[in-house]
């Protein structure tokens, strides 16, 4: 079998939309700014050709005049025309300021580079510009045209050289981590050097913080050259510059007050547009996304799961204290795509129910929405989750917060995530107690002492006053699984709890759940792509595959006789399966890969990987029961591989025998 | 044929064949000067050879050196002490022109697919790299990268589309094309597959045996994952904190383990047969082997005897060397 993949259908990113520029588009300030600055360019450059007055022509009955026919912004003290002046000199102020930004942004952004690449030249140029950076940039310059003379441009790339240093501080971490990608290793490996690196893999991933930087910093160009001007260190007397002429006009702030808006707008506006770039430029793309749902797409939530509650059939028999019944559970994106369709499941008090599955089959998605924190835009679209008796899908924000962490907790795969850096894990243990079980302080702490020695936890007390970066991964899960049972929870939802462990600490773990399941009669939903932590730990489970159950029962009976193809595939794929004596030459695979919820077929959704089947599979498939024990399997032919006892056949030819076959039946 | 017999054609054939890589008592610190003289080393005297043609395992548990051990082979990773070769030269302290030189026949293929190509770049301007840095014309890069792109099961086109347009057991497969695009000899996969989803694992196992078969390529397969790493892996050697622990013929390492450690870790995987693992759970359980302490080994000792069932005084006082225990090196007093 030769494993052909078609990669993922996803519009092909144009060079547009790689650098950044739909963003300036889309946002109208960037828009405004960027059409503000070309018209500016452009009329200065096409000046001589349409200003209606030379820069030095005077018009001495017009001094000190307002906006008139003949002098659209008026004239200045010498009756020159502030219009035709404006625009004269705005091509060189812009100019100009270009060269710092081209200085500045290139050395900074050269040095960070270079900084980023090796260890020692990061200690030399960062002693460097720490240096420049306590160097007084004002009275440099002014020594620089006391030396000199007004030489602007030089003046403007000094500038730049010394803003360098603050921009080398800015890339410095991003080039770092550019530096440390795994791409960089695999071109250092191919024998690519530092200075090939520099410019193919890490120039690239600073573009955005560049562009970004070279808005601002031309900005600040501008300011500056104009503050120049403005105390005299401008260009040459009769050529016109805008901070000359801001000075002269505050000169005549009394007599003629105009004389200072037409100079001054002008330079609010460029440098208001710089900035606006800049800001649209370096807006993040995912900046908005929030990982909670907003208020009001909770109560629509809310209103459209009781809706979806109100419309299923009433529960029949209320259920035990501590029982969770999942009935037809569906969940989906707002206004569309289903991720999750038809999920029923029970789990008893005290035992553990194993949701299992490839990444993309909705395991952690049916695992969230038991606490209602499903992600922003994902919501419960049908069905029910019944605990003790009360429907999940269809409460309110405010009856989840009273079960959440009371009734049911949540452990999640990377226990770092549950811990705050900044506390010590004494002060967030004592402080979830203190709110779950309104203890008071001292009582929390004792509680807080015996949740971590309950958890295998041998030097609690210094535990407690460790913060969470002192302590290793297994530690920190412990941690997280003592925060969890803070609240005395009946049912922990634990999302891949050990995936991020060592094996080692992953059967402590494993263990340390088995115990606390057994002395508190506990429940558990663990979300897991490891069959063997099933094996180990799970009493029941639901295997998962494209949003929907397609087996369920006892783990003894699905594990040692899978009836599902999917399930059948995922053992005869697992290595875990085999000792060195009897590993085969080649593991079985599944051709091609899960699909997109967008392209899950009316019929059997497994079906176009599967090695059974047939015409019977492109109708919708029920889960019915299989047979054995009290398990379920969604299958058409599953009674028909039981009766023949066929399993999932590893391929026996290598994929290169294949090709040659093919090849030669092609020649 | 019993694997006995295996492993001792292996041995002869070994004793003819000079050794693709040797590592010698490989000693890697982190930092500089003075600070890495004190720091624990990260390595610390790590010892063995892969023959041509050969896989080698390299397990332990994260941060027991391992990934360290990949990277001062593939020149990513300064090197405190020993030395490493390859195919007769030493390579220890090659720099990128050296390396260059090397004729791309030391690769690698390295844990995150995500992060492991520049997303920035097309596939093929990934692909290739390698050849473009050896000279290759561009037509034919292109036209080498189509064909290891079809060789890896991807179709032709795929040259022109960028990493984010893949899946992950997709992209994985590209790095195997991306190492094997210029002939390697031996090829470095740190946690190649660890990532991966069980289908798509078993794809790229399947595929980094075929190629092996296909080419007579010699990995050094590090990974966290023992069941892994024997399905691909000739001998097996076993880390903890920087030190071999245990190494010998995968078979014998995984099924009848001589380390506390190794016995530990053997244990702890667990297997997706429901009566089976409660058995091993139990064993595991009997081992008596304690929860790993924050705190590191007293530095003249075993690492590993703060969590060893069978420490005696000896253990935290003298390190154990390796020595001959059947087929395998056992660094233990006791084995």
Known sequence: MIPSITPTATPRKTALAKFSGHRLLTSPGGLAGAVWLAALVAASLTAPWWLPYKTEDQDFTAVLSGPSAAHWLGADELGRDLLSRIFASAAGTLGTS???????VGLGTILAMTAAASDRAEGIISRVTEIMMSLPGTVIILAVIGAVGTNIPLIMAILGILISAGIYRVMLGQAKSLQSQLYVDAAKVDGVGTLGISVRHVLPGLMNTVVVQSALIFAVGMLIQAGLAFIGFGPPIPQPSWGGMIQSASQHVYDAPWLMVPSGAVLALTVLSANAIGNALGKSPNAAASHLPSAAIRRKRAADAAAAAAAAPAVENAPAAGQLSVRGLSVGVDGGTPLVTDVTFDVAPGTVLGLVGESGCGKTMTAV????????????TGGQILWNGKNLASATEKDLEGIRGRDIALISQEPMRALDPMFTVGYQLTAAIRRLRKAGKAEARAAALSLLEKVGIVDAQRILKSYPH?????????VAIALALSGKPRLLVADEPTTALDVT??????????????????????VTHDLGVVADICDNVAVMYAGQVVEGGRTASILDNPRHPYTLALLAADPHANTAHDMPERLATIKGQVPQPKDWPAGCRFAARCQFAGSACAVPVPLLPSGSEDGEVRCVKADELAVEGLGWLATEVPTHRVLEIVEKDMA | MSIDTVELEDAEAALSAPAMLEVKDLVVRYGHGRKAASAPAAVDGVNFTIRPGETVGLVGESGSGKSTIGKAILGLQKVSGGSVSFQGSDITHANSSRRQELGGELRAVFQDPNSSLNPRKTIGASLAEPLRVRGVAAAEARSRAEDMLERVG???????????QFSGGQRQRISVARALICEPKLVVCDEAVSAL????????????????????LSYLFIAHDISVVQFLAQRVVVLYRGQIMETGPAAAVTESPKHPFTQALVAASPVPRPAEQAERRKLRESLGVRTAAAVAASAGGCPFSQRCPLATDLCTTERPALRSVGQSGVACHYA
């Open chain 1, 369 to 380: 929405s038991l606490l209602g924190l499903l992600p922003s835009g994902v919501s419960v």
């Open chain 1, 98 to 104: 270009l060269i710092t930004v081209i200085v500045g």
């Open chain 2, 154 to 164: 991807l179709p032709r086109e795929a040259v022109d589309r960028y990493p984010s």
């Open chain 2, 197 to 216: 989803d069980l289908s798509t694992q078993a794809q790229v196992l399947n595929l980094l045996a075929d190629l092996r078969d296909e080419r007579g």
């Open chain 1, 470 to 478: 002192q302590i290793s991964g297994g530690m920190a899960q412990r």
């Open chain 1, 505 to 526: 600490v992953q059967a402590e773990i494993l263990s340390l759940l088995r115990s606390l399941v057994k002395d508190t009669g506990m429940s558990v939903v663990m």
